[in-house]
């Protein structure tokens, strides 16, 4: 079993911060590229930004300048920096990860449970 859990969701007034995490655990081989994607209300799910397993990052265009992605490949880890939100980065995010299960050696598509980040005053 692989599992993705996500924290650092919130509360936060427009300008303002936060910082998400993804912790990826269980049977794990390696890990190629991770992401994060957003879903607002009544729209599709997006992808806000990847990384490869070399650290090599993508951005959506509506992010760009504002949001950072890194990881942490020892601890299975990717973050996404959010700063200066706006009201229209209000979404539930969403981790993704591409995972080789240890023991049968498969890759798999693996998605967290999403963290719920709302941008008002």
């Known amino acids: 079993q692989v599992q993705l859990v996500e924290s650092g969701g919130g509360l936060v007034q427009p300008g303002g911060s936060l910082r998400l995490s993804c912790a990826a655990s269980g049977s794990i081989f390696s890990i190629n590229a991770m992401g994060w994607y957003r879903q607002a209300p009544g729209k599709q799910r997006e992808l806000v930004a990847a990384i490869t397993s070399g650290g090599n990052p993508i951005y959506a265009d509506s992010v760009k300048g504002r949001f950072t992605i890194s990881r942490d490949n020892a601890k299975n880890t990717v973050y996404l920096q959010m700063n200066s939100l706006k009201p229209e980065d209000t979404a539930v995010y969403y981790c993704?990860?591409?995972?080789?299960?240890?023991?049968?050696?498969?890759?798999?598509?693996?998605w967290g449970q999403g963290t719920l980040v709302t941008v008002s005053s």
């Open positions: 993704n990860a591409h995972i080789n299960e240890r023991i049968s050696r498969r890759w798999l598509e693996v």
